[in-house]
């Protein structure tokens, strides 16, 4: 008795901890996507997503524990902006190129090796399909999926 009541109250509390009100709610999400240009993501940020309130579900991280880029009270509106965009395509390359060789090599890259495709990845601005036709078209992925048609 004791178990299961132990059971339920850490579902509660896990569930009350991670902000979930009504796991069987189901909110329709209707995005207009255009193709081409950033006009269409531009509007979305603009106005707020899929307007709806996402303020009651999906609460703003707490200042306390802020990981991102730090800014300083010296630095001009223009400058935080940057280092915000900076910090951001760094973080985003280095999450595509980890799951590019995660993906099409099968293997944990070296140091040196993952460091140089995160700088080429933010200096050359490649975008995800340029990642993956550069990976899927390389000697080492046909190598390893000739091996596994075998």
């Known amino acids: 008795m004791l178990r299961e009541f132990s059971i339920v109250l850490l579902l509660v509390v896990s569930q009350d901890a991670a902000g979930v009100r009504d796991v069987?709610?189901?909110?329709?999400?209707?995005?207009?996507?255009?193709?081409?240009?950033?006009g269409g993501l531009l509007a979305?940020?603009?106005?707020?997503?899929?307007?709806?309130?996402?303020?009651?579900?999906?609460?703003?991280?707490?200042?306390?524990?802020?990981?991102?880029v730090k800014i300083c009270p010296q630095e001009t509106m223009e400058e935080v902006i940057n280092n915000h965009?900076?910090?951001?395509?760094?973080?985003?390359?280095?999450?595509?190129?980890?799951?590019?060789?995660?993906?099409?090599?099968?293997?944990?890259?070296?140091t040196a090796e993952y460091q140089r495709w995160v700088r080429t990845c933010q200096l050359e601005?490649?975008?995800?399909?340029?990642?993956?036709?550069?990976?899927?078209?390389?000697?080492?992925?046909?190598?390893l999926v000739a091996m596994e048609g075998e």
């Open 85 to 110: 965009q900076v910090y951001y395509q760094l973080r985003v390359c280095q999450e595509a190129v980890w799951e590019a060789f995660r993906i099409f090599l099968d293997r944990i890259p070296g």
């Open 44 to 68: 979305l940020l603009n106005t707020g997503g899929s307007g709806l309130d996402l303020s009651s579900h999906r609460p703003r991280r707490s200042a306390f524990l802020h990981f991102g």
């Open 24 to 38: 069987g709610a189901v909110v329709p999400v209707e995005v207009p996507m255009k193709v081409g240009g950033s």
């Open 125 to 143: 601005s490649l975008c995800i399909s340029d990642l993956a036709k550069n990976f899927s078209g390389s000697e080492e992925h046909r190598n």
